[in-house]
């Protein structure tokens, strides 16, 4: 008989076992409901742990809901202190059941804090609970970044350890290079602690993060040459990180990997052009502008060579040949291309009168090369040729032709064939009454002739062209982080531009940065009055950018006048 009843007796137990759990974990459930009642939270919880004392989490939430009372009864120092009490116990129920949960420890850490703040003492140091919370997570989690940004909030009162292993836990706690958590961590700093020192301990070393900071210190008006430093650091970044990427392009265009390698390269540009040449804190420039210019330079010819490659073809729908053509290169580097071109049979002998004027725009892209290249001589006889001939070009041609007009009169210039120069200049115009750079070129021309009366009548039509001396901008607004653009067309003479903006918000800290031509000119507040600023305008086409970087500005007006 009891061999029968103990077997019973065991499967009965078991049964209330399971039940127990069972109702235990249902009870947890409605406990943590959100729209249940903080009284009636504490009941559904209590009976849980009486069903069944051994599950962690119910002891968990129990210390949570008690800290919200608390929190909820600061006007009543008995409830208050109870609730607290309460809450600590129970978190450290739940931690004896299962010493190992980060969130556990990083509650508790929490609860001790807010203690401590009050007249009785905190009966735990908050500190090495956290300390646990974060060697009980990952580097990535939110616990882990939570840690840092608590004790961030409480750095005076931090002992030099604990300052360490705080560093310690927002540089890694950043690694991920998550804007929106630097940003709270720089505002929790901002707040707190003010101290630049400490950013750079454990600000990440990437270009993004640099780039946020700065942002982060021009929107509030902080310390410019800070902002600047982060700035040049960051364009530091980007010239390393585009010169990689070139490398890597080769290596993919060696194994004939042709769209990955041309990826590459545009990468490197689009690096490249986010550098705008920020001081570093010793007045130099953030990247050596040879260094810059030379491996701009390497990009577009490998990204052209690139595509050519892909397309066995001179057709350039990207621009990405035009690019390399027109920002120029080294002599030996375009004996590169030129033979690449070559052994691919696009380019072959120099036109004769039979073929020059069958294809203008591979005439124009030769002609172009050898202008490069300073074969004015076989340019110059290319306008021989066509001096000879008699060709009709339609609209879709005009563009070559016209530049291939301008190019002999330039080639005629190089030569010092003034008239012959002036002759081609004026063929171009015949085309294209407005073109800006045989304007320039027939100018040159008269300059050289010592024609003023002719040169004064060229000046006046590209003042025409350039546009008023005061470009009216009606008071455009421009919210916080956006940027205006504005074409100048120029004739390379030194001018002196005068923007005339002001501040959204009267005395706000409104940084404004003006860049010309992609670099940076002036950084200035927008309530300072106007900003001035000598510019050195390059002939033809130059682009003027005006970002609002602190506040919201309006803009009023840009002025051009001659340089003093």
């Known amino acids: ?27 947890l459930w409605k406990g943590r409901a959100v729209a249940v009642a903080p009284d ?90 956290y300390r646990r919370a974060a060697r009980l997570t990952g580097h990535n989690s939110q616990i882990y970044f939570d840690v840092g940004k608590v004790m961030l909030g409480r750095w005076t009162s931090l002992a030099p350890d604990e300052k360490e292993f705080a560093v310690e836990v927002l ?22 602690v003010g101290d630049y020192g400490l950013v750079s301990r454990f600000l990440p070393d990437d270009a993004g993060s640099l780039r946020a900071y700065a942002r982060f210190l021009g929107e509030r008006g902080l310390a410019l040459g800070e902002r600047q430093a982060a700035l040049a650091r960051a364009e530091a970044l980007d010239l390393a990180a585009a010169k990689s990427a070139v490398d890597e392009g080769r290596r993919e265009a060696e194994s004939y990997l042709l769209a990955e390698a041309a990826d590459r390269y545009r990468a490197a540009l689009a ?66 291309f030129e033979r690449f071109l ?130 009216d901008l009606g008071g455009r607004g421009l919210l916080k982080g956006e940027t205006f653009g504005l074409d100048l067309l120029a004739d390379g003479r030194p001018e002196t531009l005068r923007i005339e903006l002001h501040p959204e918000t009267p005395g706000s800290p409104a940084l404004v940065a003006v860049f010309l031509n992609g670099r940076v000119a002036l950084e200035n507040n927008g309530d300072t009055g106007p900003i001035v600023l000598a510019a050195d305008l390059r002939p033809g086409r130059n682009f003027l950018e005006i970002e609002a970087v602190g506040d919201a500005v309006r803009l009023v007006s840009v002025a051009r006048m001659p340089a003093p």
């Open 342 to 471: 070559e052994e691919r049979g696009l380019i072959g002998e120099g036109p004769t009168a039979k073929t020059a004027f069958k294809d203008l725009p591979t005439l124009a892209f030769r002609m172009t090369l050898d202008f490069e290249m300073n074969r004015y001589r076989d340019i110059v006889r290319v306008g021989d040729l066509l001096a000879a001939s008699s060709i009709v070009v339609g609209p879709s041609g005009r563009p070559s032709y016209v530049r291939i007009l301008r190019l002999i009169g330039e080639a005629d210039l190089k030569l010092d064939y003034v008239y012959e120069a002036e002759r081609y200049f004026k063929l171009a115009l015949e085309a294209e009454p407005e073109d800006f750079d045989a304007l320039l070129g027939l100018e040159k021309c008269y300059s050289r002739l010592n024609d003023e009366a002719r040169a004064a009548e060229v000046r006046a039509t590209v003042a025409r062209l350039t546009g008023p001396a005061v470009v």
């Open 40 to 129: 009636e939270k504490v009941r559904l919880l209590r009976r849980a742990e009486a069903v069944f004392p051994w599950n962690s989490a119910v002891a968990f939430e129990l210390g949570k809901v008690y800290f919200e009372r608390g929190a909820e009864a600061l006007g009543d120092p008995a409830a208050r202190d109870r609730s607290f009490r309460l809450s600590v116990e129970s978190f450290r129920r739940s931690l004896r059941l299962a010493p190992g949960v980060a969130a556990v420890h990083f509650h508790l850490a929490q609860t001790l804090l807010f203690m401590s703040y009050l007249p009785d003492a905190a009966p735990l140091p908050y500190f090495e609970e």
């Open 271 to 336: 690096a490249l052009d986010r550098i705008k040449f920020y001081p570093t804190p010793a007045g130099t420039p953030s990247v050596d502008p040879k260094d810059f210019e030379a491996l701009r330079r390497t990009a577009r010819r490998l990204l052209a060579m690139a595509r050519i490659e892909a397309t066995r073809s001179l057709v350039d729908e990207d621009g990405a040949i035009a690019a390399y053509l027109a920002g120029g290169d080294e002599f030996t580097a375009l004996g590169e």
């Open 171 to 192: 540089r890694r706690s950043l690694a991920g290079r998550d804007e929106d958590r630097l940003a709270e961590v720089l505002e929790t700093w901002r707040l707190e």
């Open 1 to 27: 008989m009891k061999k029968k009843i103990l077997p019973l007796l065991g499967l009965a137990a078991l049964v209330l076992l399971q039940a127990a759990v069972f109702w235990n974990g249902r009870l």
